[in-house]
């Protein structure tokens, strides 16, 4: 693309200093990443937060990416049912001198965690999955939840969901692409045809097949044709086949990819 992607609405300042407000209040942090590209949902707002609490790496929708690891995380997909056990577990286990020095005096420890991560990268989903009671507002758009959430997922663990947050300027242009190509970045404030034809060329060199095995075509302009996205007159219809390419892509139609690898 030829202009840098930038996106960084008011409530994402909001949503950062209520997170740092709340911090206090909580025992751990659960960091949601998307699985496809973990590296690039780094947000260096967070750095700060993270030096301060005891973190969890929750590697969301593992399902659409191939496997891999980081220090103190888990792959996850969230919207399995139960998926969120393992989460509990490593919860348990990072917490364990907390929960047993309480354990000690009589007292069984009620977990508190902060959920935190850039937008769309399934913190809400994650959330309900492990909800006892109380839901917390999803969508399959980044910027649904607007403000924190407490919602409990048993009777001694509570989770605060909060806002997906970006951070204002990216120094790196395809950190801002690949968390275009995932759906962080609302499509509506981005030319889509030309997020489409990079994230061809992106993932032809992370995959020279992927995109004449699922279209059988090799450029855009060729998918156009093959899939009848043509107006009247025989223009190109680019805005619709933009759209399904990054549909079918973010459906993990198209193969399971690392997007961290053009880096």
């Known amino acids: 693309m030829t202009n840098p992607i930038q996106w960084f609405p ?35 707002k967070y750095e700060e937060f993270t030096s301060r609490k005891p973190v969890l790496f929750v590697l969301n929708k593992a399902d659409l990416a191939p496997s891999q690891k980081m220090t103190n995380s888990i792959l996850m997909t969230s919207t399995l049912s139960g998926a969120g056990k393992k989460v509990t577990e490593a919860i348990g286990h990072i917490l364990c001198d907390k929960i047993k020095a309480a354990c000690e005096k009589g007292i069984k420890k009620t977990v508190r965690a902060i959920v935190i991560g850039v937008t ?46 970006l951070w204002p300027k990216f120094d790196n242009a395809q950190v801002a692409k690949n968390l275009a190509y995932v759906g962080s970045i609302k499509d509506d404030i981005l030319d889509i045809v030309a997020l489409a034809k990079d994230l061809i060329e992106d993932l032809k060199r992370l995959d020279p097949n992927c995109i004449k095995n699922r279209f059988n075509a090799d ?20 805005e619709r086949a933009a759209k399904a390419i990054l549909v079918e892509f973010r459906a993990g139609k198209l193969g399971k990819f690392n997007l961290d690898e053009l880096l």
């Open 120 to 165: 769309n990268c399934g913190k809400s989903t994650f959330i309900n999955n492990l909800a006892a009671k109380g839901k917390a507002m999803t969508g399959d758009r980044p910027g649904v939840t607007r403000s924190k959430q407490w919602v409990p997922a048993g009777e001694y663990l509570w989770l605060l969901d909060t806002p997906g947050t």
């Open 219 to 238: 450029t855009f302009e060729d998918i156009c044709r093959k899939r009848g996205y043509i107006l009247k007159g025989g223009v190109l219809d680019e």
């Open 10 to 44: 008011g409530h994402m300042k909001s949503a950062l200093e209520m997170i740092k407000t709340e911090l206090k209040l909580c025992d751990i942090i659960i960091y949601m990443l998307d699985a496809r590209c973990p590296k690039s949902c780094l947000n260096p």
